[in-house]
Structures are given as C-alpha cells and as structure tokens.
C-alpha cells in the first residue's frame, strides 16, 4: 500500500494565522475586482452615452482587466487546494 505523502501544514509555525491572512488578502482582492467591475461598467455606460469614446474605450479594458483579476483571484484557492490534492495522491 502507498503511503500518503502531502504538505504537513502542523509542522509550520503558525500556519492558522498565514492561513487567515492567505483567506483575508484573498477576500480583499475580490471585494477591489467587484468594485472595479462596477466603476468601470458605470463609466464605460456613462462616457459611451456621452459621446466620449477614448474614455469608453478606456473604461472598456478596465472592465476586462477587472474581470480578469476577479477570476484569477477567485479561482486561485481552488487551484491550490486542487495542487494539495494532487500532491497528495502522487
């Protein structure tokens, strides 16, 4: 039988606390991706209505960058824990 062979996160002093700040800075980076998403889709509406078509464009990749952070972010803990779990089957 293969023993199981994955991170000991025991054997890290304080791994609780770099877990709740790990937890933390990601909550922050989707609550700044969301605000992003809302300010750039404002202004992106507002400036195209407006005539103001450099600032629509502008606008326009903020949304898409802010979308993308959004989505890296949120699916960064879901990749790490995916990579534990495959580690731990190897």
């Known amino acids: 039988?293969?023993?199981?062979?994955?991170?000991?996160?025991?054997?890290?002093?304080?791994?609780?606390?770099?877990?709740?700040?790990v937890g933390a800075l990601l909550t922050y980076g989707l609550i700044i991706s969301v605000l992003m998403v809302v300010t750039c889709g404002a202004t992106w509406a507002i400036s195209s209505s407006n005539g103001s078509w450099h600032a629509a464009s502008k606008a326009k990749t903020g949304l898409f960058v802010a979308l993308g952070g959004a989505a890296l972010t949120g699916a960064a803990l879901a990749w790490a824990n995916w990579l534990l779990d495959v580690g731990a089957q190897l």
């Open 1 to 21: 039988m293969l023993p199981l062979v994955g991170p000991d996160f025991g054997a890290v002093g304080g791994s609780s606390q770099l877990r709740a700040i």
